[in-house]
């Protein structure tokens, strides 16, 4: 695994200068009370946009923070995060299912339902447009609320799988399509009778390895990675932006706060990925970019 780039480039931090009174009145709206409220239409550096419109490769790596502008909790959040307000070990573990099958499978049961009830939001109708007017591209997600498909993704690949996919607990190659919720524990698997669970990684499992090997070969290949609403917390997908970095590619990120990865960031847009990611693909490609 490629180490830490230790020499921080510069970080070009975007003030606000712009007005678009709707947008800020918008997301003023959906977001009272966050720290973004008073935010403004960014504006791009040049270098950064031309940077984008002239890449041959733009790879884009997504976490939890680019849902959020949908409704969707992050993980680490201190007073919202699911991980502040629930224990993983009690529900992302495999020994967590083993020991409490019901509770684990109920409590993703709980969040598939309040997924179906979320739109895609204009990050990720951004990141689809990237895609659209890049000559290749790759999208690796770690989420697995199935949004960036909804949006229009295609060259997609989803680390941590898919929340709406449910998998035999024994081959975990055999998806199923239908299940009965009504009983005392988990559906069962129809072929071999297991315990079925949702098709997502937890903690102490391994990533889909073809996701895996897909999103290395990206990162390394590219000439633009976006690294957009992740805490860089959790590897190997935060090892990316350093394969990235490494390779020689120019690493763009798109947070609210800090995070371990903004060091290594060429550009940083401090900001939610919602206003931060449609700004960027106009000022690439033209205020009319984001139409399709
Ligand atoms: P985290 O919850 O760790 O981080 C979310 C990031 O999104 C934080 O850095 C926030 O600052 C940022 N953020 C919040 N709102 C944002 C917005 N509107 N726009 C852009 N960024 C925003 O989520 P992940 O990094 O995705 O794994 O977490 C990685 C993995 O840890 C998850 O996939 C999950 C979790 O355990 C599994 O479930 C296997």
Known sequence: MAGPCDSPNEVTQYNLPNVLPDMEKSLARELPGTPWDNHRMPVIADDLARALRDARFVAVLTGAGVSAESGVPTFRDALTGLWANFDPLELATPAAFRRKPKLVWDWYAGRRAQLGRVQPNPGHH????????????????????????????????????????????????????????AGDGPPRCPHCGAFLRPDVVWFEESLPAHALIAAEDAARACDLLIVAGTSGEVYPAAALPQYAKAAGAIVVEVNPTATPLS????????????VALPALVRAAWGEDAMRD
């Open 126 to 181: 951004a990141i689809a447009r990237i895609e659209a007017l890049a000559p290749s591209f790759l999208l690796a997600t770690q989420n697995v609320d199935g949004l960036h498909a909804r949006a229009g993704s295609r060259k997609l690949v989803e680390l941590h799988g898919n929340i709406a996919r449910v998998r035999c607990s024994d081959e975990p190659r055999r998806v199923v399509e239908t299940w009965d919720d």
């Open 263 to 274: 060091a290594l960031a060429d550009h940083v847009l401090r900001l939610p990925s919602g």
